[in-house]
C-alpha cells in the first residue's frame, strides 16, 4: 500500500499531523509526507490512500489574504508564533483547482482551535468535499485535531493523530478487494 499525506500548515501545527498520521499508516506500506506547494499530480498518481489536511482560517480552508495575515501575525516582533518551512506556498484551494480527477481513495483532517465547530468552524468538511468532487472515496468522516489559542498543539494530539493514521490503515485493508482464489 502507497499512503501519501498533503498537508498546508502556517504555524507548523498541521504538519506535526501529518507527520503524526503518517507514522501510524506506516506499518502498513509506504508513507509519504508532503506539502501542498510539492504536490504535482506525478506524486498523487499511484497513492492507494491519499490524506489531505489543513489549517482553519475564518472557519473553512485558507484562502490567499488568510495565509497572509499568518504570515503578517508570525512577522510582528516580539511574537511567539513560528512559521512552518512551507508557509508561503500555495494552499489547498489553489491546489484543488489545478487538481484532475483523483480515483482512490481519502481522508481530510483539519487543525483548529479546541472550541466547538460552531464556533470554529473547520476545513475538514471543505477539504472532504472537494476530494470527493475530484472522485475520491472516503474511507473516514474528516477529522479535527486541536490547537491552543497560543497556536500550539494541545496535548494528546499527536497520540490521536497517529492512532486516527492506524485506524485508516486498518479500515483500507478492510476494504480493498481480496484475490479471489480460483476453483477447480
Same mark, same amino acid.
Given at each position: 500500500m502507497r499512503s501519501l499525506v498533503i498537508y498546508e500548515s502556517e504555524y507548523g501545527n498541521t504538519h506535526l499531523i501529518a507527520n503524526a498520521i503518517a507514522e501510524g499508516l506506516r506499518s502498513r506500506g509506504e508513507?509519504?509526507?508532503?506539502?501542498?506547494?510539492?504536490?504535482?499530480?506525478?506524486?498523487?498518481?499511484?497513492?492507494d490512500l491519499i490524506i489531505v489536511g489543513g489549517p482553519t482560517h475564518a472557519h473553512g480552508m485558507s484562502r490567499t489574504s488568510t495565509r497572509r495575515d499568518a504570515i503578517r501575525a508570525a512577522e510582528?516582533?516580539?511574537?511567539?508564533?513560528?512559521?512552518?518551512?512551507?508557509?508561503?506556498g500555495r494552499g489547498l484551494r489553489e491546489w484543488?483547482?489545478?487538481l484532475d480527477r483523483v480515483a482512490t481513495n481519502a481522508a481530510?483532517?483539519?487543525?483548529?482551535?479546541?472550541?466547538?465547530?460552531?464556533l470554529t468552524g473547520g476545513a475538514s468538511k471543505g477539504i472532504? *468535499?472537494?476530494? *470527493?468532487?475530484h472522485g475520491a472515496t472516503?474511507?473516514?468522516?474528516p477529522q479535527s485535531f486541536f490547537v491552543t489559542k497560543f497556536s500550539r498543539?494541545?496535548?494528546?494530539?499527536?497520540?490521536?493523530?497517529?492512532?486516527?493514521?492506524?485506524?485508516?490503515?486498518?479500515t483500507l485493508d478492510e476494504t480493498a478487494p481480496r484475490p479471489s482464489t480460483p476453483t477447480r
Amino acid at each position: 500500500m502507497r499512503s501519501l499525506v498533503i498537508y498546508e500548515s502556517e504555524y507548523g501545527n498541521t504538519h506535526l499531523i501529518a507527520n503524526a498520521i503518517a507514522e501510524g499508516l506506516r506499518s502498513r506500506g509506504e508513507v509519504v509526507v508532503v506539502p501542498v506547494a510539492e504536490a504535482d499530480a506525478a506524486i498523487v498518481s499511484g497513492a492507494d490512500l491519499i490524506i489531505v489536511g489543513g489549517p482553519t482560517h475564518a472557519h473553512g480552508m485558507s484562502r490567499t489574504s488568510t495565509r497572509r495575515d499568518a504570515i503578517r501575525a508570525a512577522e510582528k516582533p516580539g511574537t511567539a508564533l513560528v512559521l512552518d518551512a512551507n508557509a508561503a506556498g500555495r494552499g489547498l484551494r489553489e491546489w484543488f483547482a489545478s487538481l484532475d480527477r483523483v480515483a482512490t481513495n481519502a481522508a481530510a483532517f483539519d487543525t483548529r482551535i479546541d472550541l466547538p465547530a460552531t464556533l470554529t468552524g473547520g476545513a475538514s468538511k471543505g477539504i472532504a *468535499r472537494k476530494l *470527493r468532487r475530484h472522485g475520491a472515496t472516503l474511507i473516514s468522516e474528516p477529522q479535527s485535531f486541536f490547537v491552543t489559542k497560543f497556536s500550539r498543539l494541545s496535548p494528546n494530539e499527536e497520540m490521536r493523530a497517529r492512532d486516527w493514521g492506524a485506524q485508516l490503515g486498518r479500515t483500507l485493508d478492510e476494504t480493498a478487494p481480496r484475490p479471489s482464489t480460483p476453483t477447480r
